[in-house]
């Protein structure tokens, strides 16, 4: 009788862990983990088969797992100039990977790499591609030429000429998130943002808002890059900016009019150093707008 009870329960476990559920009840489990910050991940039609394939990990909870990790798993490919398609886990700063469909960026910054954290991944398939996208909830891929939150794509979403199927969850350990000077960055062939979504009640584009937010530490890596190459980590994050992300994660636990204070204070200043940044990249474009400027002024005074 105890075997028989044993074998009735482990069937009737087995077909819970297999029940299938809708991309959008997996998108409101991983909102609702990712607010209460516990550790259980339901699955979502897991591949019965085991290692390092799709899913191959499997999902379920356990301890010691991040819920608010913003980056890429190791499980996706990367092409590096020269190098050709490689890991995410092998990409180094100084890296050329490839960021649109006619160039590659160099990778200033890991912004993320934690080789033994383990958190929850998205899985999105789509049509096209070999393998599927592998990236935390948060993290910003393209939808429809729009930067967006990756939790907010839907089966049926256009990710530049692809055509999103399917939609699963998967458990990995290593978070990696490589920043180009671009900010942005072809993953398993999905085109995606360097950047993480980071205040949600602000209704501005979070990619270009980000793109400021790196403004400064872009700049230092322009002006002296043997100062990003020997970059070091505190808890997975770069020394580089560690503070400031902290700071920027802990202002979406406050409501919509402390966002817009926080943003406006900072704004200005990261639009000023963007400025900056700008004319360091392109010191000969930055000259003919001086020079046109200060010869117009002449031309009014002499009127």
Known sequence: MKITAFVIALFASSNVSTAETTPDQLRANLKRKLQNQQVTVQSTNAPSSGGDG????????????????????????????????????????????????????RVFSLAHLDHDLETDFLQIYSEGLNKPLEITARHMVFSSDKAVRADQVTVGDMLDNNKVTEIKSVK?????????????IFVSGVRASSYPYFMDKIPLDQHKLVHFFFGPHRMMCSYDFGLCENEEHTDGYTNFAYSAMKIVEKSNEFIAPVQYVFTSLTLPVLAVAYGFEQMMLSPMTTLAVVTNMLYKNSQKNSN
């Open 172 to 184: 990995r350990t290593g978070v990696y998130s490589p920043v180009t000077e671009s900010g942005e």
């Open 54 to 105: 799709a899913g191959g990990d499997g999902v379920n909870g356990g301890d010691g797992v991040s819920q608010s990790a913003t980056c890429f798993s190791a499980f996706n490919d990367v092409e590096v100039q020269g190098k050709g398609f490689i890991s995410m886990d092998s990409v180094k700063v100084g890296d050329h990977v490839r960021a649109s469909n006619n160039g590659f960026s």
